[in-house]
């Protein structure tokens, strides 16, 4: 009997979510720095495909909100733009963003931008994904 409840004890201490921690977009606030990198599909729209590298900044409002701005080289075309969007961050630290980007030189992409991503250390850290059908990148934002 003794055995087993230190075994149930056990158990229960092993399985708490002792460390958890909970997110939410107010785990998303102030600015960060991003940088990502990938490889760029052509389409109808954008015609150039190879790798794409990219940096920037934006500002996160804590509420789901943020904007910026980017420079970024596909192929060797140098592309400045701003973006505005939402996001939004469930408890596990899933994040999704939507943004809308245009492009401040000519030439180069604008349009709208989904992203997966995950927050680390506390939220200070966001590793993201491009879910775009034309795009494959990943980086990662982090605040400043």
Not at 11 to 26: H, L, T
């Amino acid at each position: 009997m003794r055995n087993s409840a230190k075994l149930l004890v056990c158990i229960f201490v092993w399985s708490s979510p002792v460390f958890a921690q909970s997110f939410s977009p107010g785990s998303i606030k102030g600015l960060y720095g991003i940088r990502y990198s990938g490889t760029v599909l052509p389409t109808s729209v954008f015609p150039i495909s190879g790798p794409i590298t990219g940096e920037g900044q934006f500002k996160a409002d804590g509420k789901g909100n943020l904007s910026g701005s980017q420079t970024f080289d596909v192929n060797g075309l140098i592309c400045l733009s701003n973006f505005t969007g939402t996001y939004t961050v469930a408890a596990d630290g899933v994040c999704t963003v939507t943004a809308v980007s245009s492009a401040v030189t000519s030439g180069c992409p604008s349009g709208t931008v989904s992203l997966l991503g995950v927050l680390y250390d506390s939220g200070k850290t966001v590793q993201f994904i491009q879910l775009d059908e034309t795009k494959v990148l990943s980086g990662e934002a982090r605040k400043q």
